[in-house]
Every structure is written in structure tokens, then in C-alpha cells.
């Protein structure tokens, strides 16, 4: 009876550490990937020429109606076969959302579709440091 309890615990501690790499190696790719195409900017640099760029907010509209940056669209993620033939090819892009990893994701498939000039916010909307934003007021 024990042998098949351990067995269980082996296995779940297998799909466990599993699971780990697969996440570990897709957040090393996506990384990888994103210093080749050299789209990061810092926040004084993605505040410095956000005007002349399409600023587009990826994240959830719950979370683009609590706080973002002015000026941004939003453009969530997950609907991206939806708004991605709405941007214009002849100005740059500027993505941000909570992190990188999607900005990156959401940057290679703009390039792909041959939008030539894509970057995104370095840490994503947790490490803006610009004062133009816009918050949600409580009633």
C-alpha cells in the first residue's frame, strides 16, 4: 500500500519539476528573443517618444480602467487577431503590460506581420516611472 503512495508522489513531483522547466525555459526564450529584436525601453525612454508612437496598454480592461498611461489604447492582449490589422504600418509601436513576457510575444508577432518598428515599456507598467497617468477615482 505504501509503494503505490510513493508512486503517486513520484510522479506528481516529476509533472511538478516538469512544469517548473517548461516555465522557466519559455520565460529564458521569450527573454532571449526579446534582446535580439532590442525593443526594451526604460520609462524615460519610452516616456520621451510615446507622442510620435501608437501607445498601446495590452493588458485586461479591468486592469487599463484602474490605471494606465494617457494616451494609451487598449488593446488587450488576448483579442490580438482582433485590433492587430487597426495599427498603422508607418508609425513605431509602443506595447507595455504588467511584465515583458507578453509585450515581447505581442512584438514578435507585429514584426512578423510587418510592423517594422516595435518596443515596449522594460518591466512592464509596474516600472513606470512617468507622471502621465491616468487612475481610476473612487466614487
Given at each position: 500500500?505504501?509503494?503505490?503512495?510513493?508512486?503517486?508522489?513520484?510522479?506528481?513531483?516529476?509533472?511538478?519539476?516538469?512544469?517548473?522547466?517548461?516555465?522557466?525555459?519559455?520565460?529564458?526564450?521569450?527573454?532571449?528573443?526579446?534582446?535580439?529584436?532590442?525593443?526594451?525601453?526604460?520609462?524615460?525612454?519610452?516616456?520621451?517618444?510615446?507622442?510620435?508612437?501608437?501607445?498601446?496598454?495590452?493588458?485586461?480592461?479591468?486592469?487599463?480602467?484602474?490605471?494606465?498611461?494617457?494616451?494609451?489604447?487598449?488593446?488587450?492582449?488576448?483579442?490580438?487577431?482582433?485590433?492587430?490589422?487597426?495599427?498603422?504600418?508607418?508609425?513605431?509601436?509602443y506595447l507595455y503590460e504588467t511584465g515583458e513576457?507578453?509585450?515581447?510575444?505581442?512584438?514578435?508577432?507585429?514584426?512578423?506581420?510587418?510592423?517594422?518598428?516595435?518596443?515596449?515599456?522594460?518591466?512592464?507598467?509596474?516600472?513606470?516611472?512617468?507622471?502621465?497617468?491616468?487612475?481610476?477615482?473612487?466614487?
Amino acid at each position: 500500500m505504501a509503494s503505490k503512495s510513493n508512486n503517486g508522489f513520484l510522479i506528481l513531483n516529476i509533472v511538478l519539476i516538469a512544469v517548473l522547466l517548461w516555465m522557466v525555459g519559455n520565460w529564458s526564450y521569450y527573454k532571449i528573443r526579446g534582446k535580439r529584436l532590442h525593443g526594451a525601453l526604460t520609462s524615460a525612454e519610452f516616456e520621451k517618444d510615446m507622442r510620435k508612437a501608437q501607445l498601446i496598454d495590452i493588458r485586461e480592461k479591468k486592469d487599463f480602467k484602474a490605471s494606465h498611461i494617457l494616451g494609451a489604447r487598449n488593446f488587450p492582449y488576448t483579442q490580438i487577431k482582433t485590433w492587430q490589422n487597426e495599427l498603422r504600418h508607418d508609425m513605431p509601436i509602443y506595447l507595455y503590460e504588467t511584465g515583458e513576457n507578453l509585450s515581447i510575444r505581442i512584438a514578435l508577432r507585429l514584426k512578423k506581420a510587418g510592423y517594422a518598428d516595435v518596443k515596449w515599456l522594460k518591466g512592464g507598467y509596474g516600472e513606470w516611472e512617468g507622471k502621465k497617468t491616468k487612475k481610476k477615482t473612487e466614487d
